[in-house]
């Protein structure tokens, strides 16, 4: 299993971006999938889980603002960020896993290398 995110970037308050994970290895339809970050000095959170189902949860700090999909086709895993604020900057992470407690606990079995996410004010 590998997953490689892309699409992150430098972009101003109020901007949007999307961030993409490529997966290898797997069926994305089969594994539950989230999108979770880490600032500088920060523990690591939770933003977005989409559940093999097609579920959802987000993060109270991005609901209305943060979308993830999941395209089975192209075996792709997609964080659409919009209305981006400062807090926002860190980098995110990919992750995947077949086991619902995995995801639900966040503990992740496979995960990308990251990629940087910086919202200037």
């Known amino acids: 299993v590998q997953l490689v995110e892309s699409g992150g970037g430098s972009v101003q308050a109020g901007g949007s971006l999307r961030v993409s994970c490529a997966a290898s290895?797997?069926?994305?339809?089969?594994?539950?999938m989230g999108w979770l970050r880490q600032a500088p000095g920060k523990e690591r959170e939770g933003v977005a889980i989409?559940?093999?189902?097609?579920?959802?949860w987000r993060a109270d700090s991005v609901k209305n603002r943060f979308t993830i999909s999941k395209d089975n086709a192209k075996n792709t895993l997609y964080l659409q960020m919009n209305s981006l604020k400062p807090e926002d900057t860190a980098m995110y992470y990919c992750?995947?896993?077949?086991?619902?407690?995995?995801?639900?606990?966040?503990?992740?079995?496979?995960w990308g290398q990251g990629t940087q996410v910086t919202v200037s004010s």
């Open positions: 992750a995947a896993d077949s086991r619902l407690v995995k995801c639900l606990t966040r503990t992740f079995s496979y």
């Open positions: 290895g797997y069926n994305v339809s089969s594994y539950c």
């Open positions: 989409v559940f093999s189902d097609g579920g959802t």
